[in-house]
């Protein structure tokens, strides 16, 4: 977990334009297990239910030809005249039968998952993006940008137009991870390239904001760049794969937010029913408010 006291915020000239405090959540105990658990059930989530049709394998007229004929009592296609007739039906184990085990559109796709868990899940995939080494872990361009997590003043917010969107990257030497996440794009490998996920590609930087006045516009066309409201942070953007360490751009006022959103040891969250958890002495302790008062 990050332990420094304050951020500096940069500004548009890539220049320290003052600090910050450390959000609490920053300093969250980071548990790779919850982070991996909690993503892999919200994936399910999205999937679309499918199924194979269940007259497939099924129609023609087989029927087995029984015992003392020395051959498999599998069903056997009917008539004669054609290769087909005579040939093993129906099974799974015979060429033109249906599957074993025919899927069915009813299977149990999607996975409920506790509320908190996913919260806590959220808090050590923040907490884990403020350290330097889980971010490049993951393969984030960062070494030459000034500090994680980076900070940029309010500015950010404002702007609409991608070219200066793709200056202030560059400004704030971020933009070398958007280059290598427009390099990485390549075509998928299996039958996903017929299925409309035709390119793979990595994922950029996170663009974190409080108020949308036209950042969205700017920089949603960039490759690899996502961007996303910190009153509605996704664990599938903050830990895509359930991997640990998302680059996170955050504006001032975002990166101000988060002890509101998720509270501190002293301050209650906006969120009901939920209380940071801090590491103490090796062990795992939920804040009781009124310890510190």
């Not at 004669?80 to 007739?85: A, F, I, M, V």
């Not at 099974?91 to 996975?111: E, L, S």
Request: aromatic share 8%; glycine share 10%.
């Amino acid at each position: 977990m990050a332990s420094r006291p304050l951020v500096t915020v940069h500004n548009d000239q890539g220049e320290g334009a003052g600090q910050c405090r450390m959000p609490a959540v920053l300093t969250a105990p980071i548990r790779q297990d919850v982070v991996h658990f909690v993503h892999t059930n919200m994936a399910k989530n999205r999937r679309q239910p499918y199924a194979v049709s269940k007259m497939a394998g099924h129609q023609t007229s087989a029927e087995s030809w029984g015992t003392g004929r020395a051959v498999a009592r599998i069903p056997r296609v009917s008539g004669g005249g054609t290769h087909r007739s005579g040939q093993g039906a129906f099974g799974n184990m015979c060429r033109g039968g249906r599957m074993f085990a025919p899927t069915k559109i009813w299977r149990r796709w999607h996975r409920k998952i506790n509320l908190n868990q996913k919260r806590f899940a959220t808090c050590s995939a923040l907490s884990a993006s403020a350290l330097p080494g889980l971010v490049m872990a993951r393969g984030h361009r960062i070494q030459e940008i000034q500090e994680v997590p980076l900070v940029v003043d309010n500015a950010i917010e404002s702007i609409s137009k991608t070219s200066a969107a793709v200056a202030l990257l560059k400004t704030i030497k971020a933009f070398g991870d958007v280059e290598k996440s427009k390099e990485s794009r390549k075509i998928r490998a299996g039958k996903g390239k017929m299925r409309n996920r035709r390119h793979t590609q990595r994922r950029g930087p996170l663009i974190v904001y409080n108020e949308d006045h036209g950042v969205t516009q700017a920089f949603r066309n960039l490759p690899g760049v996502e961007l996303a409201n910190v009153n509605y942070l996704n664990l599938l953007q903050l830990a895509p794969g359930g991997h640990l360490g998302r680059f996170i751009i955050w504006s001032k006022s975002a990166f101000e937010k988060l002890d509101t959103v998720y509270g501190t040891w002293r301050q209650q969250s906006i969120k009901s029913n939920f209380r940071l958890v801090f590491l103490f002495c090796g062990h795992l302790f939920v804040c009781e408010y009124h310890l510190f008062f």
